[in-house]
């Protein structure tokens, strides 16, 4: 069974920055697409970004392009996500998720494996 451990959360500045990281448990193929997700208390859960693991183009929800970045450890089996310039509104519960095949979908349904969470606070 595959287990999806997201860490780097905790309390940031506006215009800080913070790199979330995703470490998976069990084996994971390498056809899948790996995504950030995040949920704000009372909202529905929001597409971040997304990475296929074999390669190809990243993307990202309009609201964090230019501001965030995901990237991976092929040998660390690890994806992260680098959050610069933070604002406010990015205050949530972070996810990493997982779903087969090379398509960065955007919907939560769609993905197989999620992780527990890891909290992003912006605050001054």
């Known amino acids: 069974q595959v287990q999806l451990v997201e860490s780097g959360g905790g309390l940031a500045h506006p215009g800080g920055s913070l790199r979330l990281s995703c470490a998976a448990a069990?084996?994971?193929?390498?056809?899948?697409?790996r995504a950030w997700f995040r949920q704000a208390p009372g909202k529905e859960r929001e597409f971040v970004g997304g990475?296929?693991?074999?390669?190809?183009?990243?993307s990202y929800a309009e609201s964090v392009k230019g501001r965030f970045t995901i990237s991976r450890d092929n040998v660390q089996n690890t994806v992260y996500l680098q959050m610069n310039n933070l604002k406010s509104e990015d205050t949530a519960v972070y996810y990493c998720?997982?779903?087969?095949?090379?398509?960065?979908?955007?919907?939560?349904?769609?993905?197989?494996?999620w992780g527990q969470g890891t909290q992003v606070t912006v605050s001054s």
């Open positions: 069990g084996f994971i193929s390498t056809n899948t697409v």
């Open positions: 998720a997982v779903r087969p095949g090379t398509r960065i979908a955007t919907m939560a349904l769609e993905y197989n494996y």
């Open positions: 990475i296929p693991w074999s390669g190809g183009s990243m």
